[in-house]
């Protein structure tokens, strides 16, 4: 494969990358469990490079339009709350390697009551990803937030986010990829553990990279109620 091929298709799943990307991604739950319901969350990502304060930073901003069981048998649509994170690049000494850190926040912006925790909460984002070898790309992404203010009948928010991520490149634009994203909220102590396995494409644009790609998910362990069983996170990424 070309160098350029090569670093096109490594870079393309890089959430670090130094470029401006715009996303459609969608998370489907086929089963809750301790209920016989499903749950949908599309996801619509932009991310932008920026310098400040002397140095270079990655910001990223997800708004999610949710499709949640609303708990007489019917099911809820509509937007979901806003998150933004800004990541300082630290300079690793190795170029292939990109370590990110800095505040993140959510903010209450759900369209239903259902469909959002109603708080403000403020945390932390954590990166790295390592492209150190053209054929297999690994890393994670940690979050952090509890919740500040917001309405005092909601339940707080404590939540932790871990998303470790590996992708191994087949050639032609072409790899394997597992990236579940593990939660565990410290209010309830409820966590899910999945694991996934899916294929991805990625295609040289002509001034864009488009990464296409679909990733089974099964939960190997979980506790508490209304945590995934299994899903498919799928979607389609830009980089400019």
Known sequence: MPAVAQDNAAQANNPLADTTALNFQNQYTGDLTGTDDDANQFYLRYARPFDALGGNWLMRATLPVNSFPDGTGGTETGLGDFNIFAAYLFDTGNPAVSFGFGPQLTLPTAS???LGSEKWSLGFAN???NASSPVFQWGYLLTWQASIAGED???DVNLGAFQPFGFY???AGWYLRSAAVWTYDF?????AIPIGLGAGKVIRLENAVMNVFVEP??????????????????????QF
């Open 112 to 114: 239903d009551d259902a």
């Open 127 to 129: 990166v790295l990803f």
């Open 153 to 155: 009948d909601r339940a």
């Open 169 to 171: 490149q087949l050639g």
């Open 187 to 191: 209010e309830t102590d409820a966590y």
């Open 217 to 238: 998910q099964y939960t190997v362990a979980h506790k508490g109620v209304g945590q995934p069983e299994w899903g498919v996170f799928g979607g389609v990424n830009f």
